[in-house]
């Protein structure tokens, strides 16, 4: 027998950031996709509950696990991870990576835009419902052309069916200027960490500082190497990846005229609340990006610079770090705004056809959107129950029976 759609009412119903129900209706098919969504009359009594759409985290490293002894300077701290990830086993990595997944489930996230640096975490996403993207990094300072080539080839893996595949060439000072130029070329969507850090700027505009004397170090500097002597941002517009299918993590050290660049490329801005907070960095001055019409979103990071490591938590960071945010906004940057960024434009909403992820909080009774959507986005939460495509994946309400009636009467 075929199986019947099933009805999701609640106080408020939020389809996107500005469109809210209240009470609302949300009808999902059998298959997990959003067959209609109403409005109901007021009179209509239903759970003290609200939905909104799946949380989505633009910018997550599964993998990478909380590290054993913490540094909050940028450049011990990246040596401490790539020491931890060197030593741990394709088990350590995979395990890892399904307990990150689990973790974020449960604090609402649906869909993610996930760095897999080993081509493991793909295998652990295809058997998931998480939706996204899967971006296989690639890294090499010292690779030319041919190279380039012969690493896209190798790291050409396919998605899972929910979480589609990207390239993310990590950054300026670990991606040689012929594989970013590779990448480029290979017309797959991409994410890259950018402008993080005062010394990866140093680098890329005189070629000196920390980062040269890691690479001689490691014996990945080119011999007769010269310093593009440009911002990162202009940099990245050099070898051709600034663009709209490439989102740019960090952006903690733009230059003047950079953000107005970015703009006109229509490339996307992840942020990471968490990480900021454990670097003790300044807040970028997101408001003037947002003015300037780029799309930024919300990212988690991984669990070594964000201990929390919870949609919920970066939500809340981000009201703490620019309060003068609407919570509209951190919604926004959660969800719909997220999903552009890792190109996924159909995640994120609730909309007639799109793929019914969303998450269900309780609500005091008779509390208002206004202050429902206040408690969200500050993490304020009594229980949450998270739904991919229609099934519940994470938490246990008890008011599902009568939330899910057959009759759409
Ligand atoms: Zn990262």
């Known amino acids: 027998m075929e199986a019947k759609p099933r009805h999701f009412r609640a106080a408020h119903l939020w389809l996107r950031p500005g469109l809210v129900y209240s009470p609302g209706e949300l009808t999902v098919s059998a298959n997990g996709r959003v067959l209609a969504a109403k409005a109901l009359p007021s009179t209509r009594k239903v759970d ?133 130029r590779t990448c480029a070329a290979s017309n797959r969507k991409a994410t890259v960490h950018l402008a993080e850090s005062a010394e990866e700027v140093e680098f890329l505009g005189s070629g000196k500082g920390p980062f040269r004397d890691l690479l001689v170090d490691l014996g990945r500097l080119p011999r007769g190497f010269k310093a593009p002597g440009r911002s990162p941002a202009r940099y990245l517009d050099h070898v051709g990846l600034l663009g709209p299918d490439c989102s ?37 001055p997101l ?54 960024a890792i190109n996924r434009p159909g995640l994120g909403r609730l909309s007639p ?7 269900r909080v309780e609500i005091a009774a008779g509390q208002g959107e206004q202050a429902c959507l206040e408690d969200f986005t500050q993490g304020r939460l009594r229980r949450l129950d998270t739904f991919s495509r229609g099934v519940r994946v994470s938490g246990k309400s008890g008011y599902e029976a009568a939330s899910t009636v057959g009759s759409g009467s």
């Not at 201990?307 to 926004?332: C, H, I, N, T, Y």
């Not at 056809?353 to 998450?359: H, K, L, R, S, T």
């Open 48 to 180: 003290a509950c609200a939905i909104f759409p799946g949380l989505v985290n633009a910018h997550v490293h599964l993998q990478i696990p909380m590290l054993k002894q913490q540094r909050r300077d940028f450049l011990p701290w990246l040596g401490r991870v790539m020491g931890e990830m060197g030593s741990s086993s394709d088990e350590d990595k995979m395990r890892s990576c399904a307990a990150a997944i689990d973790q974020l489930t449960a604090s609402g996230c649906t869909a993610l835009g996930e760095i897999d640096s080993s081509g493991l975490s793909v295998r652990v996403l295809r058997n998931r419902p998480i939706a996204g993207r899967c971006y296989q990094e690639v890294t090499g300072f010292d690779l030319s052309a041919a190279k380039a080539r012969q690493l896209l080839i190798r790291r050409d893996l396919p998605g899972s069916r929910h979480c589609w595949r990207g390239l993310s060439p990590h950054a300026p000072y670990s991606v040689s200027p012929a594989l970013f």
């Open 248 to 284: 740019l993590v960090h952006c903690q050290h733009l230059d003047s005229g950079d953000p107005e660049l970015i703009a006109s490329r229509g490339a996307r801005i992840v942020v990471c609340p968490g990480t900021i907070e454990y670097f003790r960095r300044p807040p970028v």
């Open 287 to 340: 408001l003037r990006w947002l003015k300037l019409g780029i799309h930024v979103a919300l990212g988690t990071d991984s669990r070594a610079s964000n201990p929390a490591f919870s949609m919920l938590a970066e939500m809340a960071g981000a009201r703490r770090l620019w309060p003068q945010l609407s919570p509209d906004r951190v919604l926004a940057m959660a969800t719909r705004d997220a999903a552009l």
């Open 353 to 359: 056809g799109a793929v019914a992820d969303f998450v």
